[in-house]
């Protein structure tokens, strides 16, 4: 079973940059997919990065694709998310997660899909 731990949340002015990580441990990383998600206040979890095993292949929700970058570093047990142009829509709780399952790309996972989940890191985008 493997953990997950988020950082690098924080509050950013409209149009700034953040860099989220997320630290696995247990298990071997190259196992699990991994993805991204948030939740806003009031609304519903969205999915918005998965990336595969090797990290070759990314996939991209509609509202933060040329925005964001998700990345991971199977060396470090890491994967990260690379969050620029920030607007206040962005403001959210953001969560890894993790699937086992060999992933090879082409569509964006849901959060249906994923075994594991960190407890979440919270940015705030101000105007």
């Known amino acids: 079973q493997v953990q997950l731990v988020e950082s690098g949340g924080g509050l950013v002015q409209a149009g700034g940059s953040l860099r989220l990580s997320c630290a696995a441990s247990?298990?071997?990383?190259?196992?699990?997919?991994m993805g991204w998600f948030r939740q806003a206040p009031g609304k519903e979890r969205e999915s918005i990065a998965t990336?595969?095993?090797?990290?070759?292949?990314?996939a991209y929700a509609d509202s933060v694709k040329g925005r964001f970058t998700i990345s991971r570093d199977n060396a470090k047990n890491t994967v990260y998310l690379q969050l620029n142009r920030l607007k206040p829509e962005d403001t959210a709780v953001y969560y890894c997660?993790?699937?086992?399952?060999?992933?090879?790309?082409?569509?964006?996972?849901?959060?249906?899909?994923?075994?594991?989940w960190g407890r979440g890191t919270l940015v705030t985008v101000s105007l």
């Open positions: 247990g298990g071997s990383f190259s196992d699990y997919a």
């Open positions: 997660a993790a699937r086992t399952i060999y992933y090879t790309g082409g569509y964006l996972l849901t959060g249906d899909n994923m075994n594991y």
């Open positions: 990336i595969t095993n090797s990290g070759s292949r990314a």
